[in-house]
């Protein structure tokens, strides 16, 4: 194996697919295919498994993630210290994000951003991300991850990186709660209702109710941050709707206290990006993560 199909592979396990991997790293799909085949030859192992319309990594594929990360990382260190053209950057970069977009959507960016630049320092700071775009304007931070504000501030830069669905959930262990929104078709209207403080979820909540003609909702409590709304519904205290994504990342304990009600007609999934001032676009750290994205 070399460095270019490691950089080609570490692309793929970020997309899941060959198609967007080849036409951002400059290759035909074929080209991609071969190199991914002549790789597992190598390894002695398939790393992916694929269909028409999925990319998943095998375990073997985990493995050679961490292993590839690694090593590249190594590499663009031993070109610097050898004072080639290497990673030049250094210094100090903020960021702010919740901490759910810590242990899902940032590790493959940051990992793209200290292979190449493995002497700039990353100071991370975790809270509500609905509190991610004041965080930005304010310059407590230098780049946020945030749900797209339904009105983005004209100053601010916003680059996707996913889009979140929402799940409606409620207890999972028998209770008043649970028993209510068990019911053919639930009173939602005598349900309590835990709901995030402001945000792009808020905004959706608000719509859900509108269009199931809930004027006066119980309000069970307002809460900072979706991490804490999953452990509220969980203790039973009432139901709520949150991004998919934060149950899917809440510790085991808790999910098995959770109930989705898949049933429940959901709206529209909001876009979660990174968010930066645009006029600090030229400064060289943040043009350098920018670029990455």
């Not at 304007?137 to 230098?142: F, G, I, L, P, Y």
């Not at 991850?145 to 339904?150: C, D, F, K, S, V």
């Not at 078709?185 to 003609?213: M, N, T, V």
């Not at 909001?270 to 350098?288: M, N, Y």
Request: charge should be neutral; proline fraction near 7%.
């Amino acid at each position: 194996m070399d460095i270019r199909d490691l950089k080609l592979f570490l692309h793929l396990t970020e997309s899941r697919h060959f198609g967007r991997t080849a036409k951002a790293m400059h290759v035909s799909p074929s080209t991609l295919s071969r190199q991914i085949q002549r790789l597992e030859e190598s390894i002695g192992q398939p790393l992916f498994l694929r269909d028409n319309r999925t990319v998943q990594l095998t375990d073997a594929g985990e493995q050679v993630r961490g292993f590839a990360q690694q090593t590249l990382l190594q590499y663009q260190q031993l070109r610097h210290a050898l004072g080639q053209k290497g990673p030049t950057l250094t210094g100090e970069l903020r960021l702010f994000c919740s901490v759910t977009a810590a242990y899902s959507h940032l590790p493959p960016i940051l990992d793209r951003f200290r292979a190449k630049y493995p002497l700039v320092e990353i100071k991370l700071t975790t809270g509500d991300a609905a509190d991610a775009v004041q965080k930005v304007q304010s310059n407590e931070a230098d780049l946020g991850i945030a749900g797209r504000p339904e009105a983005l501030p004209t100053s601010i830069g916003f680059t996707k990186i996913g889009e979140i669905p929402l799940v409606l959930i409620a207890p999972a262990l028998p209770g008043a709660v649970r028993s209510q929104a068990s019911e053919p078709q639930p009173d939602w209207s005598q349900i309590p209702f835990i709901l995030p403080e402001h945000g792009p979820a808020r905004r959706r909540i608000d719509l859900w109710f509108r269009r199931h003609h809930i004027t006066n909702p119980q309000i069970y409590a307002t809460v900072s941050g979706h991490e804490a709304i999953v452990s509220m519904v969980a203790l039973g205290c009432g139901i709520a709707l949150i991004p998919d994504v934060v149950l899917d990342n809440s510790p085991e304990p808790v999910r098995s206290r959770i109930s989705v009600l898949d049933h429940i007609s959901l709206v529209a999934p909001f876009e979660l990006g990174v968010c930066v001032q645009k006029k600090r676009l030229s400064e060289t750290l943040i043009e350098a993560f920018w670029g990455l994205l």
